[in-house]
DNA sequence: GTCTATAGCCAGATAGAC
DNA sequence: GTCTATCTGGCTATAGAC
């Protein structure tokens, strides 16, 4: 069925379009800032087509945070295929790449309290699959390095996982950037010395 | 004038109490999220008359952020006032009484983009003045503890000095506070090895 | 200065023709 | 599925009586 198949790519085409506008959006405005019109204009469709693809505004971000949680999940995934790396190494490789995305302007940004967008995360199993799927890979990685001595026993992992999260929209990164005394690699060296010496 | 002297006296007190309002308000639910009509109805009055006080949301929002940073000042002040202590020791008791304040709930949290409101602070003399003021101290104190080695002379004070406003909307915090597995002084004091290690 | 009532605006979401 | 046009609700801010 050639007919169809095509269009369905040229579907999945236009909601890729879509997800990277968002994305971009979101990183630059932050979800409360951006609007469904920015969208559209952006994207180069109607308001009222978009929401034949995504249903709300929620959904626009959880598409997006999907998308981001791929690339990460991808990223490990090549991490953990190279065997000599130490966990700790492999972790510092994970901030590592969290920092670059940030600053390539590449990484969404949700506020923690609005409410209506938590519920629809929350409740989103495409979402929380992969969520799930990067703490677990991150948390083998965290209690491997503790075992090996190279991560303080006495930090419990769900604080490591969480600090390493919080690396992604650290906003040291956003300051020192603002600075602009700086370049992108000196300020994520700096950061990183900061971040592992703490937990080592 | 006694008259007159009550006068102003009670409008100071509802003034503080709208002050209180607004900064436990945005310490819930972030400046986004807070309608002028909760505060109103928190303080218990209408809303034009908060109008008559504060010509804006974002006037509100400044005079909460004065408001810390008053408290801050004052006590980093009494810190100042103890001879004794390290440089390292006061920056870390600063971080430590901003911890404290979060996990109380009252510490007001405001988005770093909002355009608006970036723009009625930076043009707020009163807020401008106590911000330096809180730099002015913290940055002293970083120098000094680089000088006497007990913070990494790599680190530009730039960094170290943002590193610890940063302390002050940790997520990190936030999320373990969440978890309900640790007490707060468990979570400060787990937070502090990371940063300050990190920091050494 | 306090209130009630409302203006004015903007953003999310939808109706209905094509 | 795409569009134009519109609805709807909520929010900031103000008018005007007292």
Redesign the pocket.
Known sequence: MPKVSF?EQ??RA?EDAIVASVNRLLAEKGFDM?????V?ADV??????????F????ALAAAAMIGVLDRALAHMAGLAANAEASPFDQLQAVARWTMQVQLAGQMPSLPAQNSTLRAALTSNKDYLDRLMSVSDQLGEWITAAQAAGTINTKLVPELVLYTLFARACDPVLTLLKAGGQYSDEQIIEMLLITCFNGLR
């Open positions: 269009r040229v579907l236009r951006m609007t469904v019109d920015e559209a180069g469709i109607a308001k009222a087509s978009l929401y034949k693809h249903s709300s505004k929620e």
